[in-house]
């Protein structure tokens, strides 16, 4: 997830209709959270230690099983859990030099959460004659394949252009590197727990969530290792453990996954076809890796769309329209803003 459900103002602008009950938005604080931090870890290849996916499990401690559930009005809704809670009140931190997250605002992003039953019951294969499995097959299929599991790759690069960077560049492309990090982990957090909850459902989708949280995480280390480069790497354990999680029915969900992870496509193949044009403005090694990145972001998003085809009542009757328009300009807007610096 590049652009990310998680990124901020399609959440903003839910977060305007959060407080009618009817619209399944609300958040909630995340002293729980992800259960499955240390495991997810685990489904990331040997090679993607290279980008330092072991930085961002300090002090997590062993995982227990399941998810615990939050009461919202007479539902119970199974939001991800976190083994060992993080009180900060009781003085717990963040890893010692790790970024303070920059503070959440409307266009910052999010992490979020469902309801997964309610998710288990929507894409349950028995009963739903638009659920083509041999679609879905062939999707897991590019999945397994993994074509990007040796493209990102760090080499001296980094380090040496961290250095040269000042001023205002500098301050941009942390500001960008931050917000994508969070976003693509916020990915992470989302799939992997779909995964992990859609295993007896529809076991194909689940294996394709899983795999899809694999390369969100890949996403998400390489964005950090390139902060840990300027010193700034973020705590994403902590963060997993006390950042909100924002609350959004299953069909929301379906509607902002899939427009995030196309957005996600055409932002980084917008910039990566600028910067074949003009490699002079390439400031961070980062940006050479876009090409191949962007085609996972595409995959994904050919995922998303085949689950929305699966369901054309959420897509075709006019409240659905209006709430995919609604969400299309949402996210339009939060992909302009672009980081604080370019509107200071
Ligand atoms: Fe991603
Ligand atoms: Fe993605």
Known sequence: MAA???????????????????TGVQTK???????????????????????????FTPGLGSCSKGSHAIARGRRVVAAPRASTKV????????????????KETLLTPRFYTTDFDEMEA?????????????????????????????????????????????????????????RSCTAEFSGFLLYKELGRRLKKTNPIVA??????????????????????????????????KTRKYTFFKPKYILYTTYL?????????????????????HIIFPIFKYFF???QDENRHGDFCSALLKCHPQVVKDWQAK?????FCLSKINEESAGPSSFRN
């Open 4 to 22: 990310a459900v998680s990124s901020g103002l399609a959440a903003a602008a839910m977060a305007a209709v959060a407080s009618s009950p009817t």
């Open 29 to 55: 604080s995340s002293s729980s959270s992800c259960s499955s931090l240390t495991r997810c870890m685990a489904l990331v290849p040997a090679s993607s230690s290279n980008v330092g996916m072991s930085s």
């Open 87 to 102: 009180d900060v009140s009781k003085g717990e931190k963040m890893r010692e030099g790790a970024k303070t997250p920059a």
């Open 122 to 178: 929507m894409l349950t294969v028995e009963g739903n004659p638009n659920y083509r499995e041999e679609e879905f097959l062939a999707l897991l299929n590019e999945f397994k394949t993994d074509y990007n599991q040796t493209h990102f790759v760090r080499n001296s690069e980094f380090k040496e252009a961290a250095e040269k960077l000042q001023g205002a560049p500098r301050a941009i492309l942390l500001e960008f590197l931050e």
């Open 207 to 240: 294996e394709i969530f899983t795999l899809m949280s694999r390369d969100e995480a890949r996403h998400a280390g390489f964005l950090n290792k390139a902060m840990a480069d300027f010193n700034m790497a973020l705590d994403l354990g902590f963060l997993t």
């Open 260 to 280: 995030s992870e196309k957005i996600g496509y055409w932002r980084y193949i917008t910039i990566n076809r600028h910067l074949q044009d003009k490699p002079e």
């Open 292 to 294: 191949n990145w962007c």
């Open 322 to 326: 209006l709430w995919c328009r609604f």
